[in-house]
């Protein structure tokens, strides 16, 4: 299993950025696909976006599209979420997921302990 840690969340008005940070360790990085997941109160877990290992595939939530952006830096063993344009709805705590192989939408089976952002109106 890979180890993860995510840091950048926090309070931020709507319309604003932030750019979410997850660093890895254990399972060589770039064996693995990378993505990040969030969960709000009272709401099942959901997808937010998946890189692949080589960063040259990507997948986004609609909800998301145009708005965030997935990237990685396999030299520093980081995946970053850069957030535009949030909105209240956004608000959730965000989680770092990874898992060997393909990028995919789900099977992921290490998580981070996730970084909680908070949109306000």
């Known amino acids: 299993q890979v180890q993860l840690v995510e840091s950048g969340g926090g309070l931020v008005q709507a319309g604003g950025s932030l750019r979410l940070s997850c660093v890895a360790s254990g399972r060589t990085f770039t064996s693995n696909a990378m993505a990040w997941f969030r969960q709000a109160p009272g709401k099942e877990r959901e997808f937010v976006a998946a890189i692949s290992w080589t960063g040259s595939t990507t997948h986004y939530a609609d909800s998301v599209k145009g708005r965030f952006t997935i990237s990685r830096d396999n030299a520093k063993n980081t995946v970053y979420l850069q957030m535009n344009s949030l909105k209240p709805e956004d608000t959730a705590v965000y989680y770092c997921?990874?898992?060997?192989?393909?990028?995919?939408?789900?099977?992921?089976?290490?998580w981070g302990q996730g970084t909680q952002v908070t949109v306000s109106s």
């Open positions: 997921a990874a898992r060997a192989g393909v990028v995919a939408v789900s099977g992921y089976d290490s």
